[in-house]
T-cell receptor
Framework: SQQGEEDPQALSIQEGENATMNCSYK?????LQWYRQNSGRGLVHLIL?????REKHSGRLRVTLDTSKKSSSLLITASRAADTASYFC????????????FGKGTTLSVSS | GAVVSQHPSWVICKSGTSVKIECRSL??????MFWYRQFPKQSLMLMAT?????????EQGVEKDKFLINHASLTLSTLTVTSAHPEDSSFYIC??????????????FGPGTRLTVT
């Protein structure tokens, strides 16, 4: 099962530009997480934002969460070619022992 | 940090054979482990939830007789793909929750196993 959609599905930008990806979900959550995945590789955890938080920063990453709209956004500032990857949001429910449910992902391509 | 390993990292097998994939939590105990499947250019789809010492819970549409899951200890879960067919070719990823932490902490993911069935 999947929670919802990521928008856009694909994004192409130039180095130095900012990249914004959006994620919508359907059910109540305890937290929302963003992951990166390079082609054919495993997941890299980027950032976790709890349901009572509205914004969080980590380096060049900025995540927002709007629980009333059931949506989140990931902003990558000053993008680099190395940021080229797929980005997924994943929601974590309240019950202990439940799995993360992933969105469909956004494929980001950063050209130099 | 918490580490989850998977073995093998990639495997090629012939149609009709069975393949076992191991998932281990290296420095923590995992009461619950999860198995995901990812087809090319798609997202991760949860296949099953594995609890130590009990039967796995499978997501709708996942054949439990085809994908056998065993969670015999707090640090090891195995996924066996029985009578594999080319359509089972995929990237299989396991993850685990730290038994010592409450809900709300991130799951720890293994690096994945690439299965190719010829």
């Amino acid at each position: 099962s999947q929670q919802g959609e990521e928008d856009p599905q694909a994004l192409s930008i130039q180095e130095g530009e900012n990249a914004t990806m959006n994620c919508s979900y359907k059910t109540s959550i305890n937290n929302l997480q963003w992951y990166r995945q390079n082609s054919g590789r495993g997941l890299v955890h980027l950032i976790l934002i709890r349901s009572n938080e509205r914004e969080k920063h980590s380096g060049r990453l900025r995540v927002t969460l709007d629980t009333s709209k059931k949506s989140s956004s990931l902003l990558i500032t000053a993008s680099r070619a190395a940021d080229t990857a797929s980005y997924f949001c994943a929601t974590d429910g309240y019950q202990a022992g439940t799995a993360l449910i992933f969105g469909k992902g956004t494929t980001l391509s950063v050209s130099s | 940090g918490a580490v989850v390993s998977q073995h093998p990292s990639w495997v090629i097998c012939k149609s009709g054979t069975s393949v076992k994939i191991e998932c281990r939590s290296l420095d923590f105990q995992a009461t619950t482990m999860f198995w995901y499947r990812q087809f090319p250019k798609q997202s991760l789809m949860l296949m099953a939830t594995s609890n130590e010492g009990s039967k796995a819970t499978y997501e709708q549409g996942v054949e439990k007789d085809k994908f056998l899951i065993n969670h015999a200890s707090l640090t090891l879960s195995t996924l066996t793909v029985t009578s594999a067919h080319p359509e089972d070719s995929s990237f299989y990823i396991c993850s685990a929750r730290d038994r010592g932490k409450a809900a709300g902490y991130e799951q720890y993911f293994g690096p994945g196993t690439r299965l190719t069935v010829t």
